[in-house]
Nanobody, 122 residues
Framework: QVQLKESGGGLVQAGGSLRLSCLVS????????LAWIRQAPGKERELLAA????????YYTSSKRGRLHITKDNAKNTVALRMDNLTPEDTAVYYC???????????????WGQGTQVTVSS
């Protein structure tokens, strides 16, 4: 059973940057496309970025392109997301998710982490 564990959340000041990390266990990261998804209070889940099994292809939601950077280290079984120029609207729970296809873009991922809270103060 694949398990995902996020880390790196916390309180950040507006204008700052944050790096979230997700460790894949119970399986190998190169067998999954991995994604970062967030859910703000009272809002639907939002796919932010995804990366393919090999790490050669990436996707970013158009509204936040330029502020996000997703990377994957298959040797370390990790995926990371850097977010720049944070605003209070970025306050949300951030989830790491995995799908066994080469590249999956959606919200119906097979495996999910428990999430990490990111709070951006103004």
């Amino acid at each position: 059973q694949v398990q995902l564990k996020e880390s790196g959340g916390g309180l950040v000041q507006a204008g700052g940057s944050l790096r979230l990390s997700c460790l894949v266990s119970g399986g190998y990261a190169d067998a999954y496309s991995l994604a970062w998804i967030r859910q703000a209070p009272g809002k639907e889940r939002e796919l932010l970025a995804a990366i393919s099994q090999t790490g050669s292809s990436t996707y970013y939601t158009s509204s936040k392109r330029g502020r996000l950077h997703i990377t994957k280290d298959n040797a370390k079984n990790t995926v990371a997301l850097r977010m720049d120029n944070l605003t209070p609207e970025d306050t949300a729970v951030y989830y790491c998710a995995a799908d066994p296809h080469s590249m999956y873009l959606g919200l119906e991922y097979d495996y999910w982490g428990q999430g990490t809270q990111v709070t951006v103060s103004s």
